[in-house]
């Protein structure tokens, strides 16, 4: 191996935006299921997740860390998984991908591992990320004043928490106007909100109080981008959409998470804005034996100091691991074929993986010790 390929593969990873692993059993069916990620639905009856980029990886990646032969059939896989606790295969899979602090979005939290349950199977550490869209939710049930409610849940929720998420690609997408409503618009709204019920914020008054809210605050703030399940609309995800509300942002830091397939368009954005980072997490796991080309895709405009890794793991804890084993990977045959034909050093190579694996997110959230 080369002085960089070992490197990569014992660097040390924050994954800076991750939810929690499965913490009970479950049938094969959700197990597939939770290799697909658009699909709202099961799967059809003739479908099968392990035949996708992402189940193939699976069976090459995680079949050895079960004890299987790389590349070990679909069914050979899936008894000997069953011959594990969840526990204990999130033991096996966090502990394998080498990371040592993970920032948990806890916005969607049923069935899985919370911010402590995750640093415990993982033997790291773990922060909280919060999710506007869930503050939202609970100022709609507190009594009196949305606005008061909503910042002050806020400001107790983020006091040991990393960073703060948004979910707006969900909820209508970016196009449209993203300034900051006035207080008589919130207030109308939230009434309205709440006669309604006050669940599954889509109101996008409400919606643009929660971002300023959020810039104001100034901790990270994270954006789903792109890729996800059917209920985004995809189009309206384009992260050029922001530029507007990224020209309001001021120094508050802006992470564009996934992006595929708007990663040449986010990496525009982070070499445009001092204050925008980007991430392709999620996207290399689903991509699989194609994330090399994705990798590569991601160091094209961004500046080097603007990147940063993560996973998006949820669900099967094969998931956590994967975007660390596809992420190594990956970037060792991008930066491998720079050094092998002179366009970079292996020192500068080093640099740049150390720099998108840990201290890039560590500067942004403040985790350096």
């Not at 692993?21 to 049938?27: L, P, Q, S, T, Y």
């Not at 990147?307 to 930066?335: C, K, T």
Request: net charge negative; proline share 4%; hydrophobic share 45%.
């Amino acid at each position: 191996m080369s002085e960089l390929a070992r490197h990569i593969a014992d660097v040390p990873l924050i994954d800076q935006h991750v939810h929690g692993c499965w913490v009970a059993a479950g049938e094969r069916a959700r197990f597939e299921n939770g290799l697909n990620e658009a699909n709202t639905e099961p799967l059809a009856a003739f479908d099968s997740g392990f035949d996708s980029q992402l189940g193939f990886a699976v069976r090459a990646h995680c079949a050895p860390l079960l004890g299987l032969a790389k590349h070990a059939g679909a069914d050979e896989y899936w008894a000997r998984r069953c011959q594990f606790s969840e526990p204990e295969l999130a033991r096996v899979f966090l502990r394998a991908a080498g990371v040592t602090d993970w920032l948990v979005d806890t916005g969607y939290a049923e069935g899985v591992a919370d911010v402590h349950q995750l640093a415990d199977v993982s033997a790291g550490c773990a922060h909280e990320v919060v999710r506007l869209e869930q503050v939202a939710e609970q100022a709609a049930q507190a009594p009196g004043d949305y606005a008061s409610a909503f910042e002050e849940i806020l400001r107790r929720r983020t006091a040991t928490a990393v960073g703060t998420k948004s979910i707006l690609a969900y909820r209508g997408g970016f196009a449209g106007d993203l300034t900051e409503p006035s207080a008589a618009d919130v207030s109308d709204a939230a009434a309205r909100w709440r006669d309604g019920g006050g669940t599954r914020l889509s109101d996008r008054v409400l919606l643009r109080f929660g971002l300023h809210q959020a810039l104001r605050l100034g901790k990270p703030l994270q954006f789903h981008v792109g890729f996800g399940d059917r209920d985004c609309d995809l189009h309206r995800t384009n992260p050029l959409y922001l530029l507007d509300f990224l020209r309001q942002s001021g120094n508050t830091p802006i992470v564009l998470l996934h992006c595929y397939p708007y990663e040449r368009e986010a990496g525009y954005l982070a070499q445009a804005f001092n204050n925008v980072y980007l991430d392709g997490g999620l996207s290399i796991n689903y991509l699989g034996a194609r994330a090399p080309a994705f990798i590569a895709r991601l160091l094209e405009l961004a500046p080097f100091r603007k990147i940063v890794y993560s996973s998006d793991g949820f669900g099967p804890p094969e998931l956590h691991f994967l975007g660390a084993a596809l992420w190594r990977n990956g970037i060792r045959q991008i930066l491998g074929a720079f050094v092998a034909d002179g366009d970079w050093s292996e020192a500068d190579a080093v640099r740049v993986v150390d720099l998108i694996a840990y201290r890039n997110a560590a500067r942004i959230y403040h985790l350096e010790a």
